[in-house]
């Protein structure tokens, strides 16, 4: 038997096993419960409007919250990471190797439990608490990516910056991170995407009803409902976040090639 035709049989025999397999779940399923349990009709119709007015938009604002302050601070330690004074590059060192180290949610705990527990009568806002820990979960990672990306931009470039008589700050503000973030975008989308995701811890902080993001809105329905329906309709709206974020970041990949250091700005929920 020649390679190709090894290669038929072998295909043939992965479909024929995934057909059977199809079968018999078509055949064993009961497709009743199935339905009533996954796709109940009146349940999910019972989540909305708040599962899109409250959950969805909770969601976004945190993430929006977190990736901003994580931004910031992560464009402040990347400079003090490439600085030339030590101190500086020892303290940002630091922390991108610490945090990048923590899970998430042992960070949402620290900021969210942990503060008010060690300064009794300091109490944050939730919306603070949680803009603090997507922003630290997110600003070790990103600082990476954003070095990555200063040090990917040409060095002619400040050359011919400083030539024309620009001081190092005016260079680095004026010519060398606009182009760093042009490198970056890529990466940073995926991090957006990655911060949507870890949204979801902001569950351990409790909340009011107006105030549940969506995976936090979906544990509260599937208690009340006893179906899973509510978390296939959560799990349905982070696809609805998700999934252009993911298009973008595709389109900005082929226009601007793969970004920096793509291993430096991914990371798990860390749960």
């Given at each position: 038997?020649?390679?190709?035709?090894r290669?038929?049989?072998?295909?043939?025999?992965q479909?024929?096993?995934?057909?059977a397999?199809?079968?018999a779940?078509?055949?064993?399923?009961?497709?009743?419960?199935?339905q009533?349990?996954?796709?109940?009709?009146?349940v999910?119709?019972?989540?909305?409007?708040?599962?899109?007015?409250?959950?969805?938009?909770?969601?976004?604002?945190?993430?929006?919250?977190?990736?901003?302050?994580?931004?910031?601070?992560a464009?402040?330690?990347a400079?003090?990471?490439?600085?030339?004074?030590g101190?500086?590059?020892?303290?940002?060192?630091?922390?991108?190797?610490?945090?990048?180290?923590?899970?998430?949610?042992?960070?949402?705990?620290?900021?969210?439990?942990?503060?008010?527990?060690?300064?009794?009568?300091?109490?944050?806002?939730?919306?603070?608490?949680?803009?603090?820990?997507?922003?630290?979960?997110?600003?070790?990672?990103?600082?990476?990516t954003?070095?990555?990306?200063?040090?990917?931009v040409?060095?002619?470039?400040?050359?011919?910056?400083?030539?024309?008589?620009?001081?190092?700050?005016?260079?680095?503000?004026?010519?060398?991170?606009?182009?760093?973030?042009r490198?970056?975008?890529?990466?940073?989308?995926?991090?957006?995407?990655?911060?949507?995701?870890?949204?979801?811890?902001?569950?351990?902080?409790?909340?009011?009803?107006?105030?549940?993001?969506?995976?936090?809105f979906g544990?509260a329905?599937?208690?009340?409902?006893?179906s899973?329906?509510?978390?296939?309709?959560?799990?349905?709206?982070?696809?609805?976040?998700?999934?252009?974020?993911?298009?973008?970041?595709q389109?900005?990949?082929?226009?601007?090639?793969?970004?920096?250091d793509?291993?430096?700005?991914?990371?798990?929920?860390?749960?």
């Amino acid at each position: 038997m020649s390679k190709r035709q090894r290669g038929r049989v072998i295909r043939g025999t992965q479909y024929a096993v995934l057909i059977a397999v199809l079968a018999a779940l078509a055949v064993l399923a009961d497709w009743g419960r199935l339905q009533e349990a996954f796709f109940n009709l009146d349940v999910a119709a019972g989540l909305f409007p708040d599962v899109i007015t409250v959950a969805l938009v909770n969601t976004v604002v945190y993430t929006a919250l977190g990736f901003g302050f994580g931004l910031g601070l992560a464009l402040i330690l990347a400079l003090m990471r490439m600085s030339s004074v030590g101190p500086y590059r020892w303290i940002s060192g630091a922390y991108i190797e610490f945090f990048r180290g923590l899970p998430a949610l042992l960070i949402f705990l620290s900021v969210g439990i942990g503060i008010p527990t060690a300064f009794p009568g300091f109490s944050l806002n939730r919306n603070i608490t949680i803009m603090l820990s997507l922003g630290i979960v997110g600003s070790a990672y990103m600082a990476e990516t954003i070095r990555a990306g200063i040090k990917a931009v040409p060095g002619g470039q400040i050359e011919a910056a400083r030539s024309l008589g620009m001081s190092p700050a005016r260079t680095m503000i004026t010519v060398v991170i606009p182009q760093a973030f042009r490198i970056i975008l890529p990466p940073l989308t995926n991090e957006l995407i990655l911060l949507t995701k870890d949204s979801s811890l902001a569950f351990v902080l409790g909340s009011t009803l107006d105030q549940q993001e969506l995976t936090q809105f979906g544990r509260a329905a599937l208690t009340n409902f006893r179906s899973m329906t509510p978390i296939l309709v959560v799990g349905l709206c982070y696809l609805i976040i998700i999934i252009p974020l993911s298009v973008v970041q595709q389109r900005l990949e082929r226009r601007f090639g793969g970004g920096a250091d793509k291993g430096s700005s991914g990371h798990g929920s860390g749960t």
